[in-house]
């Protein structure tokens, strides 16, 4: 049995698996992980990898506005690591964002999250900027874009 993704749009509340992914999540992360943040956001997207019943990956983002989607937060399970989820997961994000008419994806990441850094630069995101967060660890800030045209109705 392979693993099996699920998409999920709206309210975390909904989805059966977000105590799951809130629990991947502390794992990965650590326990004092910000991922309740993300009820508060409208139009929120989840995808989740699955192994049989168990949560082993997931990514959340959510739009910016009608040209930009911001991908938030992702993880896999460290056990599933090397197996391809991640790339599988952004792949899918992405695929929704130009079917939903994204023109671009936007994204965060740390340099101590190298794995994910180097999954982002090596899927077409650029690197536009860095900044401290708030406890002063720098942020680097990227951006892929999901079309080579960029309509100038769609931005204005």
Known sequence: MGIEYIIHQ???????YWEKIVELNKRIFG???????????????TLVALDGEKVVGYKIGYPENNV????????????YRGQGI???????????????????????????????????????FDIIGCHPDQWGELKIIMIKKLTDKISREKRG
């Open 10 to 16: 709206g309210s975390p509340v909904e989805f059966s």
């Open 86 to 124: 991640a790339r599988e997961l952004m792949s899918r994000q992405h695929d929704f964002c130009r079917e939903q008419g994204y023109l671009e994806v936007l994204t965060k990441t740390q340099n101590r999250w190298r794995a994910m850094l180097i999954l982002n630069l090596s899927s077409g």
């Open 31 to 45: 326990p004092t992980s910000v991922l309740k943040k993300g009820l508060e956001k409208d139009g929120l997207l």
């Open 68 to 79: 930009t989607f911001y991908s938030w937060m992702g993880g896999v399970d460290p056990d």
